[in-house]
């Protein structure tokens, strides 16, 4: 149930906006981290996210593959925004405290990403040891769970849904 003074526009404004911040956020977060790792620009990233589609043809000298990673990127980003969207005034526990619920959308994310999403995609499969957890799940925490939960608890505030769990 929605909040009874939003209209359908609103709620497509702040989906929008919460979606375009933290995709934003998290891929630039990506960037950093991957530049960090190993010196070398976005272009191999965005690959690598396309690979979870067009597998090893991604890895090619294409330039539309680096664009075709930007867009699946931004649409994963797009489900987990949709979704917490219609999470939050539904389940009593995200509304209670902005960091308690990053922490566990985060999680969420995460375990979404890492146990469903990547393992039945065509990305390469990294060597053993180099499954790496807190960081990436930090990332997802403060780049999208933290965002989500203040643009959302902003935008339902004084809403009690009479459906929570």
């Known amino acids: 149930m929605l909040k009874p003074d939003h209209t359908t526009l609103d709620n497509i404004k702040i989906i929008v906006c919460a979606w375009l911040i933290c995709g934003s956020l998290d891929i630039l977060s990506a960037f950093t981290d991957y530049y960090i790792k190993t010196g070398k620009g976005p272009g191999d990233l965005l690959k690598y996210v396309a690979s979870g589609v067009f597998g090893e043809e991604a890895f ?13 990127h931004f649409i994963i980003a797009f489900i987990f925004t949709l979704l917490f ?21 985060g999680m969420i994310v995460w375990a979404i990403m890492n146990l469903i999403v990547v393992p039945l995609s065509n990305t390469p499969r990294p060597a053993s040891g180099q499954r790496h957890i807190i960081k990436p799940l930090l990332i997802l925490i ?17 809403y009690v849904s009479t459906y929570t769990i």
């Open 85 to 105: 969207f219609i999470l939050y005034p539904r389940v009593k526990l995200l509304q209670l405290n902005v960091f308690i619920t990053a922490i566990i959308f």
């Open 142 to 158: 403060c780049m999208i769970g933290l965002p989500l939960s203040i643009i959302y608890k902003r935008y339902f505030r004084s």
């Open 60 to 72: 090619g000298d294409s330039g539309i593959m680096i664009w075709a990673g930007l867009l699946f």
